[in-house]
């Protein structure tokens, strides 16, 4: 408990110290994030300020999310402490506002473009094939060990099912899933949301029992 609150401390004093520095369009896409995460949690994502607190100090995978978007530049002073985690990697040069990832290990995401509101859970890889880096659409939930590969498109509102192996474009609106995947149902009468509770109920235990944050 000491530990988190000095986590706690930390974090105050480097937002009192950086965040005036962040450009608000970098500080709207942390807003968005910390928003969505807290979701998958089923906490109330308008207690942003808590839930940012809360997500920042007990999940390194957030953090690396934080660091990603904002780079050395605007986030020297919390690094120095509460580091991101290590075997989480995002290499991509435009990500939309609202990336969830859930628990983080062991995922490596190179791609073109990632837009939206998108929730990636652990162990998946997104990166190149012959041909070039796949881009992912918007609302989309990409679930445990999935494989993204190759010059492909992910289209909008998809859920990509665990252990899935996407090598070719995925329209709009449908759940897929396999090896190589393919299209199972729709998800055009569902939001993104609808779609994520399926997949989420065991990510709503509370942060205590979920996460062994050694790492920072």
């Known amino acids: 408990m000491i530990t988190l609150y000095l986590k706690y401390i930390w974090i105050t004093l480097s937002l009192l110290l950086e965040y005036p520095l962040i450009p608000r ?9 910390t928003k969505l995460l807290a979701s998958v949690y089923d906490h109330d994502p308008e207690k942003l300020l808590s839930n940012f607190y809360r997500l920042f100090a007990q999940c390194p995978e957030f953090r690396t999310v934080v660091y ?3 780079k050395k530049r605007y986030c020297i002073i919390p690094a120095i402490f509460l580091r991101g985690l290590s075997s989480c990697r995002i290499v991509c040069k435009k990500i939309g506002d609202g990336l969830a990832m859930v628990h983080g290990y062991s995922t490596i995401i190179v791609c073109t473009e990632i837009g939206r509101n998108n929730v ?3 162990q998946v890889t997104i990166g190149w094939s012959k041909g070039g880096f796949p881009v992912i659409g918007n609302d989309c939930v990409i679930c445990c060990g999935a494989i993204i590969v190759g010059n492909i498109r992910i289209g909008n509102n998809v ?3 665990a252990g899935a192996v996407v090598i070719r474009d995925v329209p709009d609106n ?3 899933a396999g090896n190589p995947a393919r299209i199972i149902s729709s998800n055009q ?9 399926g997949v989420t109920r065991s990510a709503s235990t ?3 029992e979920v996460y062994h944050d050694g790492g920072t």
């Open 189 to 197: 009468n569902r939001t993104a949301r609808e779609a994520l509770e």
């Open 120 to 122: 990636i859970f652990q």
């Open 25 to 33: 369009q970098k500080k709207a896409a942390i807003i968005a994030d």
């Open 206 to 208: 509370p942060y205590t």
């Open 174 to 176: 449908v759940v897929v």
């Open 68 to 70: 990603n978007r904002l």
């Open 159 to 161: 859920t990509v099912g």
